[in-house]
């Protein structure tokens, strides 16, 4: 966004700063359109440090939004002449020319150090059981090519290695993918030169950081399409894999394997050195850039960190004890107990607001609570991460899910502290975890995801919508749940093959059978009618769109029901107006002296097997579903 003015970066502009009076002001000099020098002055200054949204009008019509940061490498106290509200000057770092310089691979060196030397959370990694397969990299000063190793025929069966996650980004050459007919080959030599830039990359990092042994994806399990069977195996073991690495090297600003991660640092991000009018005659150093994006803002984007908005690598972070990023414009550096970067801002650290650092604490020792609410937390970031293949969207969770199965409740031998897992839900509080909920789309508040091609999930289950735009609300243990108790109870769950329309992919449970109240109406039809103050709010004119939330009358306003997908559009899914709906209650909590219930839209699947499936969900007073008359009690199959 620099790269404005006839292509001109800022940091190559004439420029200036001047305090005047409690604010600075920044004047740059650029020329535009061969016309004369056009100066802007621009004022600023954050409560927290010298961060600021610039705007600048483009020749003079456009205004373009800018986030800078103003800082000193040295860090010192302001002048009292200075009134400054955040006190002084914010201490960050210039950062190297290139990610893979000395001084870049110094810096990951004083963080490994303090990392096993200091953190108790994270496990060393230094001798461990290597993986089935992985790459020998050879000694420190090798330069020349690898080859693969099964640690089974290999007398070398423990050691230190590195994960490398990346994005495949669409066809990888042969010499980076292992197949049952080039194995023999790889287990003699690879060239180095033959495998994709990142690859190349990553061999190279390993190396300087005295790592000989490498774990590739595409290299250590084998990528025949007509036999399945190992990558099935070999699977299964990621958690491991990941688990027991000394560090996993994240290519994160590549979006293929083809393009590498060791670069320059972009020049939109360059800094640039400015005079300051300052007053004493030993004014330090001042330099303005444009703030960089750390991937834990909310604001990610998938044009400066590609690999981090792909929803495997989600569980390639936590799992890894230590996680390396290598990035647009810095490295990031994350382990159990630090989340730090080579700019040296760390005022988007939130301590233990850092996922990676709250999910180790819940860990260890197990603290229940905080696992439940991390889980909610991971799935919410999640389900906003993409994938290659839906059919993937619980599998590329599982690993943490195994991990989380994997802690022993210390009252019960031999059962896992979270319960049984459910296609995303967990037994244990499964009454809480289905009242799940996809958020309206801020910008088309009427809009629903798209309607499902294929099952890939139960309809109770928060795995089942399959748009990534739409963010999904997970209960957590925070009010209103923190409060609520269920009012459904939980009969039993199991797969079935004989109920129509019940999910029939790779799951172990495709229905949940509940004895619960259902009130029954109608989902509403097309006739005009008057509005209410929700549908004038959310736009809509005399007749309310098939999408959006679904209003259905009362005696006393409407019952708010918001959907799950788009149900309107013609297929296997589409309910038509005047279709029979159920309203059926979950939860219930007080506020406030009423009675609040938390429910699920629920259309009918099978009279034979009484199924149900979900559709939406809803949550409303006592008095608004009186209107509704007496619940009908009664067990259901919900697919």
């Given at each position: 966004m620099l790269e404005i003015y006839n292509n001109v970066p800022i940091h190559q502009l004439t420029g200036v700063v001047r305090y005047v009076a409690g604010f600075f002001v920044v004047r740059w000099y650029y020329p535009r359109d061969g016309q004369e020098d056009v100066v802007l002055d621009k004022e600023y200054e954050g409560e927290a440090g010298l961060?600021?949204?610039v705007e600048f009008l483009y020749k003079l019509k456009e205004f373009i939004q800018i986030q800078l940061e103003l800082f000193s490498p040295s860090g010192f106290s302001c002048h009292p002449s200075w009134t400054l509200r955040c006190g002084d000057w914010g201490r960050k770092n210039v950062l190297p020319e290139r990610s893979d310089s000395d001084e870049s691979i110094s810096q990951v060196g004083e963080w490994l150090k303090e990392c096993t030397e200091t953190h108790g959370q994270c496990n060393p990694n230094v001798?461990?059981?290597?993986?089935?397969?992985i790459l020998d990299l050879g000694t420190p000063?090798?330069?020349?090519?690898?080859?693969?190793?099964e640690t089974k025929e290999s007398p070398i069966k423990r050691g230190k290695y590195a994960c490398l996650s990346h994005c495949w980004g669409g066809n990888?050459?042969?010499a980076a993918k292992t197949t049952r007919h080039s194995l023999k080959e790889k287990k003699r030599d690879i060239p180095v030169e033959r495998l994709p830039q990142t690859f190349q990359d990553a061999i190279c990092v390993a190396r300087k950081l005295n790592i000989r042994y490498l774990w590739v994806d595409s290299m250590c399990i084998l990528q025949d399409e007509d036999d399945k069977s190992d990558w099935n195996h070999e699977s299964r073991k990621m958690v491991a894999v990941y688990q027991n690495a000394f560090?996993?090297?994240a290519a994160s600003c590549s979006p293929n394997s083809n393009d590498g991660f060791l670069r320059s640092t972009s020049s939109i991000y360059a800094t640039k050195l400015l005079q300051c009018m300052a007053t004493n005659d030993n004014s330090p150093n001042f330099y303005i850039r444009?703030?960089?994006?750390?991937?834990?803002?909310?604001?990610?984007?998938?044009?400066?960190?590609p690999l981090l908005v792909r929803a495997w690598v989600l569980q390639e972070r936590l799992l890894s004890p230590r996680f390396l990023s290598f990035e647009l414009g810095e490295l990031v550096w994350e382990c159990n107990k630090l989340t730090t970067c080579q700019c040296g801002d760390d005022l988007w650290l939130y301590g233990s607001q850092i996922l990676k650092q709250r999910y180790c604490e819940s860990i260890e020792p197990p603290d229940l609570s905080g696992l439940r609410n991390c889980w909610s937390t991971i799935v919410e970031k999640y389900t906003t991460l993409t994938l290659s293949f839906e059919k993937d969207r619980l599998r590329a969770i599982a690993g943490i899910a195994n991990q989380l199965l994997a802690i022993s409740n210390p009252s019960s031998p031999g059962k896992s502290l979270m319960g049984r897992y459910i296609e995303g839900l967990w037994e244990d509080t499964l009454c809480r975890d289905l009242c799940w909920e996809?958020?309206?789309n801020e910008e088309d508040p009427l809009a629903r995801p798209k309607a499902l091609k294929e099952w890939r999930a139960p309809s109770w289950s928060w795995a089942s919508v399959q748009d990534t735009s739409y963010d999904i609300e997970i209960p957590n243990m925070y009010y209103p749940f923190e409060v609520a108790e269920p009012v459904a109870e939980i009969l039993g769950l199991g797969y079935?093959?004989?109920c129509l329309r019940a999910c029939q992919e790779h799951v172990e449970y495709n229905y949940i059978r509940l004895r619960l109240g259902l009130y029954e109406t109608k989902l509403p039809g097309e006739e005009k009618h008057e509005q209410s103050t929700d549908e004038r709010y959310l736009g809509f004119d005399e007749s309310p769109p098939s999408t959006g939330p679904i209003l259905i009358p009362t005696r006393r306003g409407k019952l708010r029901i918001n959907p799950d997908y788009d149900y309107s559009t013609d297929g296997v899914d589409h309910i038509p107006p005047g279709s029979t709906l159920m309203c059926a209650v979950v939860m219930k909590y007080e506020a406030d002296s009423i009675t609040y219930f938390i429910g699920l839209g629920l259309v009918p699947v099978c009279q034979e097997h009484g199924s149900f499936r979900r559709i939406g969900r809803f949550e409303t007073d006592l008095e608004t579903l009186q209107d509704f008359g007496v619940p009908i009690e009664r067990d259901i199959l919900l697919i």
């Open positions: 961060d600021c949204d001798d461990v059981e290597l993986p089935t397969r000063d090798s330069i020349g090519g690898v080859r693969l190793i990888i050459v042969d560090i996993t090297i444009q703030t960089l994006p750390h991937h834990e803002k909310p604001l990610e984007s998938i044009d400066t960190s996809v958020r309206a079935t093959k004989d």
